[in-house]
């Protein structure tokens, strides 16, 4: 009788495995991204339980079920959660996440991870591979909104795909949290902590957001031509700044369509753009489509969010724990019932 093993993987596994090593993190994103645009992924819509209701939630569970076909071979899940409890406690993440890995074969389950660093890092990891596509050649100045955990994983992936990257102004509602990040950073790159959103993002080569706000704060005459903006959340951005755009480029334009609460959603109803203006990153990573194509292009690149990039970077991370010998052993069955 089989006697089932899967691998418990905790956060300090997921360290020692090497989550926090962004070159990494954005190879394997990148990689995902190709492979799904030559038809090698499956990634189905996420599902979205929002608690107590869709429009003023407080918590919140999302189901992303993939497989990474090609020489990955990999089906798994992650299981992703967000609380605005967290938020205001500051105790714990405000997204909190767990990942499965499953064998392709005999569906058994491989490994159980810890998934908020992966969630971090492949997030900021997918406008990672955006940026190296969309921004500016020479891009020196990127202006940041939100200093939380994707605001600091944003500032690692800029780093290593910005090669002329000067400086990055930081802004958050909490101005201690930039400080922190200015002062976590001041040995690799100059972090200066802005007042205000204008002060962040006016005439930045590249503009990022990563907040929590449900209401948009960034104005389209802020954003000069021939910059990049990002935006990881839903509706952080005016809705003339994407009308303002010359290419919009999403992760998953799915699950973007039918978030309500999204500024591509306002713009859709109105009929101020529609799906032929929309590029998916993953078009440009495997050539179908271009990327920056004029030093005035103004480039847009929004994220949902895809479980592919989670899974891609979770069976890295179980190859390395594997032969470091990480983790906790699990047994599923002493002897399976009802074979
Ligand atoms: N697209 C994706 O794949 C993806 C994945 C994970 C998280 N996210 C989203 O990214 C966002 C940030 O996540 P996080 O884990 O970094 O959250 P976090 O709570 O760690 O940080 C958010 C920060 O935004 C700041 N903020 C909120 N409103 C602001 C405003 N109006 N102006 C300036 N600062 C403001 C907060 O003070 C906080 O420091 C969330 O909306 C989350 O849903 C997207």
């Avoid at 990881?232 to 978030?259: H, L, R, T, Y």
């Amino acid at each position: 009788m089989i006697k089932p093993e899967l691998l418990f993987l905790k956060q300090e596994d997921v360290i020692s495995a090497g989550i926090l090593d962004m070159k990494m993190v954005l190879e394997m994103v990148e990689k995902v991204f190709y492979m799904d645009g030559i038809g090698q992924v499956k990634n189905p819509v996420k599902t979205i339980v929002n608690i107590p209701n869709d429009d003023e939630w407080q918590s919140r569970f999302i189901s992303m079920p993939v497989y990474v076909g090609g020489n990955i071979n990999r089906p798994g899940v992650k299981w992703a959660a967000e609380s605005t409890a967290n938020m205001k406690t500051g105790d714990i993440p405000m997204g909190i996440d767990i990942v499965i890995l499953s064998d392709p074969t005999t569906v058994l389950p491989v490994a159980i991870m810890e998934g908020t660093l992966i969630t971090a890092m492949r997030t900021a990891a997918a406008a990672g591979v955006a940026a190296k596509y969309l921004a500016p050649n020479q891009a020196e100045v990127v202006g940041c909104v939100g200093a939380g955990v994707i605001g600091r994983t944003m500032i690692m992936a800029l780093m290593q795909v910005l090669p002329n990257l000067k400086q990055i102004r930081m802004c958050d509602l909490n101005l201690e949290k930039a400080e922190k990040l200015a002062a976590e950073f001041k040995e690799e790159i100059e972090v200066k902590p802005t007042k205000s959103v204008e002060q962040a993002v006016t005439g930045a080569d590249v503009i990022a957001t990563m907040t929590t706000s449900r209401k948009p704060f960034v104005k389209a005459e802020w954003v000069k031509p021939g910059a990049m903006v990002i935006q990881m959340s839903s509706f952080e951005v005016e809705a003339g700044v994407v009308k303002k755009a010359d290419k919009i480029v999403v992760d998953s334009w799915a699950q973007m369509k039918e978030n309500t609460h999204s500024v591509f959603y306002e713009l859709l109803q109105n009929g101020d753009i529609s799906d032929d203006d929309i590029t998916l990153l993953k078009e440009v990573v495997c050539g179908a489509k271009p990327g920056r194509e004029s030093a005035d292009e103004l480039t847009m690149f929004s994220s949902r969010g895809m479980g592919c990039l989670d899974i891609i970077v979770a069976d890295h991370l179980y190859k390395q724990a594997k032969q470091k010998g990480l983790g906790q052993k699990l047994v599923l069955w002493d002897e399976a019932k009802w074979v």
